[in-house]
């Protein structure tokens, strides 16, 4: 056990700077993306010119690039330091709604009047002087722009503005990993948000390798980590949608798990090993985002694993498998306890099929021994972890 910070500090690590491999890291080149960036800058370089560029739409599966590549865009913007145009980076997860991004473009703008206490229409006032006084033009970026509840109306919104305007403009960069959301939206919004569109496709095997190979150089000391690691990293992430913050992160894994070992290069066996982790996390991560009926039956699972089941009282050796019907019992208690009205039986029955089909956990019939036939249970990954993150989701 290391007990100073001394000691924790002088640890070896084969890391040289780990910084490189978060996900906030933005490298200076964006290796296989050379015509996207190009592309992007284009559709925006008129802004530069003083005139109002249109709007453009950016499709692209997670892990696709579309958020470095539109801030390495930023970055060469800004350093053409022009005053007739600005551009405003939006995270729409966090800006999730129409107040909520105006508030976001208030912060940037006239830092002064960002205080929530305003009314929506105060903000939106004070931009208009803001721009008929400067006569500027300014491109919104929304990034994953499908989070924003009321984007119709924000769209509408901006297109007002424009209307309001006399002098600059205000241009949309929309990106989002979400093919079907188009179909929800109004048709006026649709006609605005997409007058260019751009779709960036998942990355290759190779091309993965590559800009592995680019991080390894710069993250890691010479040799830390093998060749044939790189190889697997990559191939792993490109059957899995191309994604290149999942071979990242692989890496990034294998590589704490070879400094817990203390010493070593990073190879194949423990990219294999860090497959089980980051999976895990990600299943995990996936529980915040489900309904929460289906969130309190995988409470109930949890919770029953954790005392043991009458099953594994009914038959030894029964790997921690739960009675279909046991679950529905603790269900009905756990939802009243949580101040929800507990779903029937034959919903708790369709929460259970989505349950298996994230993978977060398994069933299987009944076999002998079994008076009919029933359904078993069991959780896929360990039960406290589990009824912690529920925990905290529904007493939020
Ligand atoms: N072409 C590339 N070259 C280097 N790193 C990349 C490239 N594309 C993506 N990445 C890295 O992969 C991760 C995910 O990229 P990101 O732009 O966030 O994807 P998206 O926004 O499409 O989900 C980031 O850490 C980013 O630095
Ligand atoms: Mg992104």
Redesign the pocket.
Known sequence: MLSSFQEILSRSSIFRDRNVL??????S?????EKEISAVMSVISPALKGEKPRSLFIY????????????HVMERFEEMKNDTAKMCYVNCRIYNTRYRVFHKLMKDNLPDYAKTGYGFSFFYEKIIDLMNSNGANIIMVL?EVDMVKDLDDLVYTLTRANDDLKAGGISIVG?S?KLSFKDRLDPRSKSTLYETEMV?PP?TSN?LRS?LE??VKLGFSEGAVDESAINLAAAMSAQDNG???Y??KLIMRAAEIVDEEGAGVVSEKHVNAARKSVDEDISIEAISTLPQHQQIVLYSIASLSMDGGRYSKLIENNENYLLSGEVYENYLRDAKNFKKDPRSSRWYREYLNELEMLGLINTVESGKGMRGHTRLIKLAYPPVKIKSIIEKNMLE
């Open positions: 978060s996900p906030h890291y933005i490298p080149t964006l290796p296989h993306r692209g599966k997670t892990g696709t690039g579309k958020t470095s590549c539109v801030k990034d990106i990993n960036f990355y091309q800009i680019q991080r994604d290149a913050r071979a990242l």
